[in-house]
């Protein structure tokens, strides 16, 4: 059938709606970082680069905020790649006897939603009564029992590892996608030439599931930047501000009326997840090309 060249006007209503509640708000949003705007006031002035001066100022925390948001962000990675290619290629070259549904059951809690899944776990890790201290209280094992999510050492653990149960399995499902991509014939040749089944790994999956592992990695890092909706409904923030990220500082920001600092935050932080997003994947397709 011969290729057909559909007419300009007909992607205008969708680019009208693109530029209009997408590409005009961000272009407000890195006017208004250099204004002093807030809700005391009606009158918006300009102010320079005050706002990115008081994010960057020690005194103020968002250092802290912003120190929360990478740690989140690096230990989410690690974490979902690494248990999440264990798994991949356990359901694919190893387990096979009843693949399907071990798949199923490691991705059910991708499509739950977060909120219920965060207050699920509040109710889970709550240091007096919930199941996982009652469990191990009942097992005799007291000493493992813990404050999760009040204690300032273990509320960002706990956060990262809901968090991580949580997103696994979708992780898995786009690396399975990837590893039955790979043509068979290089793992016959392998299985023939004697090879174990790690330089098998190393030497074949691994190095033809980079550009995969590019997409994830960036998918982790764009989520991890942006986190807000379990780690508001689990800690708030607290205990203190042990769990405080970036865009929980956002949310506060905008809800004291600050709006100036709240819209300088999340420019900054969209330009940094504009660079490394292009970074990564710059840096694993040039491992790809080598």
Do not use: C
């Not at 005391?40 to 005194?59: K, M, Q, R, T």
């Amino acid at each position: 059938m011969r290729n057909r060249v559909y007419p300009f006007y007909f992607v205008v209503g969708a680019l009208m709606l693109y530029l209009v509640f997408f590409v005009l708000p961000s272009l407000m949003g890195f006017f208004y970082a250099f204004t002093d705007w807030n809700s005391y006031s009606s009158d918006v002035n300009y102010v320079g680069l005050a706002n990115f001066e008081l994010i960057f100022s020690s005194d103020q925390g968002y250092l802290h905020y912003i120190s929360n948001t990478v740690i989140f962000t690096l230990v989410t990675i690690v974490l979902k790649t690494v248990i999440a290619l264990g798994l991949a290629v356990l359901l694919t070259q190893g387990l096979r006897r009843l693949a399907y549904v071990h798949r199923m059951v490691i991705y059910l809690p991708a499509v739950l939603p977060m909120l219920a899944v965060s207050l699920i776990f509040k109710s889970i890790l709550n240091p007096a009564t919930g199941l996982l201290n009652t469990l191990l209280r009942g097992v005799g094992l007291d000493f493992l029992a813990q404050k999760w999510l009040v204690d300032v050492s273990w509320a960002m653990p706990s956060v990262i590892g809901v968090d991580t149960w949580k997103g696994v399995g979708y992780i898995m499902v786009i690396l399975i996608a990837g590893i039955e991509a790979i043509p068979r014939e290089y793992f016959e040749v392998a299985a023939i030439d004697g090879a174990s089944g790690w330089k098998t790994f190393r030497h074949i999956t691994l190095p033809l599931l980079m550009p995969v592992l590019a997409v994830t990695t960036v998918l982790n890092l764009l989520y991890g930047l942006k986190v807000f909706d379990i780690i508001f409904v689990l800690t708030h923030g607290g205990p203190g501000r042990a769990t405080d990220t970036v865009y929980t500082a956002i949310f506060d920001e905008f809800s004291k009326g600050r709006y100036g600092v709240a819209t300088a935050l999340s420019s900054l932080l969209f330009l940094v997840m504009i660079g490394l997003g292009y970074f990564v994947i710059r840096v694993m397709h040039r491992e790809v090309e080598a």
